[in-house]
């Protein structure tokens, strides 16, 4: 019950932020490049690899990993928009998308693991 | 800048909503409710399918590629069949399929099982979830659009007929002068 509410409480601020994020990304960028997805999936990887690299006590990952982190990425938002590039046959800008957001993803899921390792030592 | 890829986006407000700039603490309300709901219902089909280091993580797989399928179908029913619900594609769209699915426990996943020495199972993992995540999406989206076509010509069929005074009769061939 517990975890429940710690997972509940990250998300609830984590959703919200990802569609802030890309509101005001998209604000500033006239682009139908994802950014402000590519953005949130990165930032989201990169600090989930940190908090599982330390590793972070239970509490922490619910409430930041599995809540916080969990809610600000989505796998749903970034399909659907590649979907809608491909629809307008925007092919280099869908290959380009997809490529980013699983090199700089993943990337920062390994990056955060070892920066974290590399501070706790 | 092609607008319809902008205006179909899950993010991005719609026609129907205010611009940026405008209160938006509604929308913010339904993307935070959606959100805890959808990680909730992910958090308990972790915590009932907890997958082993080094294992194919089934639980992040079907969290993810379920809500791309649904998704698909909850974009061309926003656009074509609930027209002008404001809160619908925040709460249901931003937030329970955007809080249900995942990209950072997917990353992490690809990291746990190289950490784990299973370099296959993360190969296997990243392209399946990829290849699988875009399928769903796309049949979602495909089905449902073909759906929807359906139900409206047959409601057309009808209104024609009865504007001519006669039954709809679909499989009974007609003689005679028109």
Excluded at chain 1, 15 to 34: E, K, N
Excluded at chain 1, 84 to 95: C, D, G, K, M, N
Excluded at chain 2, 10 to 33: C, I, M, Y
Aim: aromatic share 8%; proline share 5%; with cysteine.
């Amino acid at each position: 019950m517990m975890a429940a509410l710690l997972v509940a409480l990250g998300a609830a601020v984590g959703a919200p932020l990802r569609y802030l994020t890309d509101q005001a990304i998209r604000a500033r960028h006239d682009s139908v490049f994802p950014w402000g997805t590519m953005t949130v999936n990165v930032t989201g990887s990169l600090l989930l690899g940190f908090l599982v690299g330390l590793p972070a006590n239970d509490a922490i990952l619910l409430l930041a990993g599995t809540g916080f982190c969990g809610a600000l990425t989505s796998y749903s938002t970034f399909s659907y928009e590649t979907l809608r590039l491909v629809q307008i046959r925007a092919w280099p800008v869908a290959a380009a998308s997809v490529l980013a957001n699983l090199v700089a993803g993943i990337g920062a899921a390994f990056a955060g693991v070892a920066l974290a390792q590399a501070i706790v030592g | 800048m092609d607008s319809t890829a902008s205006s179909m986006s899950v993010d991005q407000p719609g026609p129907t909503e205010p611009a940026p700039g405008a209160r938006r603490w509604p929308e913010l309300g339904a993307v935070a409710a959606g959100g805890v709901i959808g990680s909730l219902a992910r958090f308990g089909l972790h915590e009932a399918f907890p997958s082993a280091a080094g294992r194919f993580p089934w639980a992040t797989f079907t969290v993810n590629v379920t809500g791309c399928l649904l998704i698909g179908v909850l974009m061309v029913l926003v656009a074509e069949v609930w027209v002008g619900r404001r809160l619908l594609r925040p709460f249901l769209g931003v937030g329970v399929l955007g809080g249900f699915t995942t990209f950072s426990t997917y990353a992490l996943d690809i990291e746990r099982a190289v950490s784990a020495g299973a370099p296959r199972v993360a190969l296997l993992y990243l392209g399946g979830t990829l290849v699988a995540a875009m399928l769903a999406v796309g049949a979602g989206a495909g089905l449902t659009g073909a759906a929807i076509r359906a139900v409206r010509r047959r409601t057309v069929v009808r209104r024609t007929a009865a504007q001519k005074g006669v039954a709809h009769r679909p499989y009974r061939h007609r003689r005679g002068p028109r």
